[in-house]
């Protein structure tokens, strides 16, 4: 019903917020005695204050991605925005609380490994967790607080820090839909949540609360989720140019998990749930998969803008905590106990930090110049552990990993934006970074040959890395740039695999870029193509539930992206990305693009498109903005390992929602099509029947993706600003 | 146009094609032989202990069988220097012996005849191709029963002479299933897995009973004078050993 009112929408309403315009407190809207006298527009009032946008990209693939506007495609989490930026895919095997994995340019970037993830320039990677080195869970940000997320594909910024390998995200907060929203939702398979948002209307964005809370039955067994977040900012003005922004975060999660399944038990109808297609597909071995994670944390900004000097400083902290526990083998290497193979991966970190940077800006023969010095300091002081569970009844009954770490990362770099002519523009600068580290072994063997020991060990190491970065940009026309870019990004070592005294060493890349850009208001479009190298990548090992290295890499590819924006109606963009990624062979030099097998997994192909359209339905002679939005992702087919490939998969979503003077109704469905697909692919030995004999060839084994799935949601807004959703 | 053309050509082959990941899946044949030793047929050998064997009956289960990309340490040792300065191992070397990645794998029991010349076809098998360096396999009992193991896991009947002295014998094997003792780890080999290859298990059984002493079997209590080999007896105790001794398996690969 809902969807039909949509599809017959007919009348524009108003378009969304521009991301570098400001909405300033503003009386709400009165709605006109006789719509059609004020055309086809509802009238609201806002405010617009200018605001110094965002600073020129410094590669074609920086990014900023417009997550206002494209709200309205379903999108279950923070994480899930980065989908608005070209060629990433995203992918899960662990649940509703487990961070996705994220795979960009070729990059199988893990749950964070080799991407940056950053929330108001504070950095989310975990250092060391168990899980992942780098592992960033987004989950505690509420999607419908993110403002606005910048994505640089590949290490172009001096900005950008440890694991800013495949490139960075930065996740900026702001409430722009200012009032009061109290909105709760029923989905399919038991899902339930109630999102409340406050933003004082005269307020900035900065200043607002936003509380989640999240459960679930999961679409098949041992999928049960709960969640909750709460968000609050405040941004306070201290005098003109001088603002204040504090930053408050809560949140904690438990799930199950179903962990990952044989292909071939799956076609054979082995899986210990019913007989029916879907059972099998969606079905679990081991119930003991799942956990927790818990994150609070706090930063606080202090910003200075003037004409000639920016000035930036923050402080955060944070206390987090993850227990994960997973089975990818079932009994295959715990032999010949046969206790199982489950492993519980448990993580506990403070970290501790400040980030700060200044512009200098200044006119030089009538072209503007930029100067930036910025700097970095985080510690991380934690514990982790990986335990071996019995399958029955899960106690652990061995230690692999014990630890406790305390990491400091140093980095300070400085750069400059420079117009060289009226066309000509080149940007670049000096990144070091340096790592200590202080670890604590303490699953050391208690007995070697030269007697009885103490299972405790000390260790420490450090590191420095050099990260040069530069860029050129010249101005084809109005409008249209070429933009070159080359840069060195590092991704620090995991203190599980350090020695003591060591030189640690550092996996780098080296990416380059070039491609043409153009932009014209709201619309743009760019044509990209890039080449990485890095020295020590890493791949998911099933056998230890972690990130392994494998040697050196490389890729290439390019990309297609555009934007459309039809004032009052319509936002359409779409992107197509190509990647190739190949394990280099000894020897293989930076042009040696092609040289080596495929990695396995990583999508050579993925098209996007997002499409948002507004109207104002006609319903009992009440005219009701309504706005419709189509999500649609198309991905080749993979790379498997022996050769082999995956079939393509298209997935499509869809959301809505129209508005009653306060009240809101909105429908979102997920994968429309109810596609059967794999949400992440792997190839390993495993064993989940202990009747059987153990088979140890690598055989395939997925993830199922989640089938279609509803949501309605109903939302009574407060002191609406506007009369549009 | 050119251009335009390798760029689909390239579309073409990522979306459609088979990838170039590493690796590539084949099909090889699993088959098993009796060596023979020296001329002598197979199942006819001279033990270190001076009997001159000549087996009527031999069988034994065996599997699964593992084919795996990773030399045992002991056929690490090829170069000179490491004759010399052999690496210090802090247990034997292959409790932890993994063997790397599994190239093939026959999951099933099948029985080998001992005293039948040529080879024993046993299964076609999928693998991924490459070299095999060892192979792990297990001595477990059949799936179902065998006639010719007598409701054992391996059976031997025949006729030990030395001198004048001539003992006829039979008897069978049983293995505990306790820790690995049912288990050969790390056969040093080296074959490369490819369509159509013929991976062939060759059993040695002159090593079963090299340590025998016939002489050591109790003579039967009864008119028969066939004896017993029994647990607790020597030579079923040597058997017990050289059932599992390295040397009594090795594989070959052939076309």
Redo the contacts between chains.
Sequence with gaps: MLLGLLLLAATAIPPGLDLVTETEPAAPAAAPADPSSTGDVPTFETKVKAKRPPPAPVAASDLLLDAATFRDVPRRSAGDLLTLAPGVVLGNHQGEGHASAVYLRGFDAGEGQDLEFRLEGVPLNEVSNPHGHGYADTNFIIPELVESVRMVEGPFDPSQGDFAVAGSVEYRLGLVERGARVQGGMGSYGANELLLLWGPADAPSGTFVGVSLRRGDGFGPNRAYAGAAAMAGLEHRLSPGVSLRLTGTSYATRFDSAGVIRADDVDAGRMPCASGADSQFFCSYDPGQGGEGARHGFAASLGSRSQRQDLDQTIFLSIRRLRLAENFTGFLQDD?EQRGDAREQTYRVFTVGLRGSLVERRVVEELPQELEIGYLARYDDGDATVRRLRRDGGAPYATTLDESLRVTNLAAYAAARLRVAERLGVSGGLRVDSFFFDVTDRNRPTET?AGPREPTEEQGADGLAFEPRISASYMLAEGFDWIASWGVGVRSTDVAALSDGEFAPFATVHAAETGLVHRSGRNEARLVGFVTRVDRDMVFDERQARNVYVGASSRHGALAAGRIALPGWLDLQGSLT?A?AH?SPAGAGFFDLAAG????YVP??VARVDAVVGRTVDVAGARLPARLALGANWI??????????SD?VTTMDLGGRIRWESLEAGLSVTNLLDARYHAMDFHY?SRFDMS???????APHFAAAPPRMAMATLAWILDPQEDAP | MRSLACAVALALTACGGAADTAGREVGFRLAAESMPSGDRPPGSFVTRTGWTVTLEEAAVAIGPVYLLSEPPPSARRHRAWEWLVQRAWAHSGFDDFDGGEVRGEYLGRFVIDAVRAGPQPISMSRGVAGRVRSVTLELQPPASASPSLHGHQAWVRGVAVRGEETIPFEGGLDLPEAGTVRKVVGIATDVDLDDGVMVVIELHPERWLSEADFSALPKPSGGDERRTMEPGTQPWDAWYLGARAYGTFTFRGER
């Design positions: 010949p040959r190509w190739e394990l097998p495929s990695l396995p050579s192909w080749g087919g993979r790379p498997l390992p022996l050769g082999a490939r393509p030995a059987a004999t153990p088979s140890r060839v690598a």
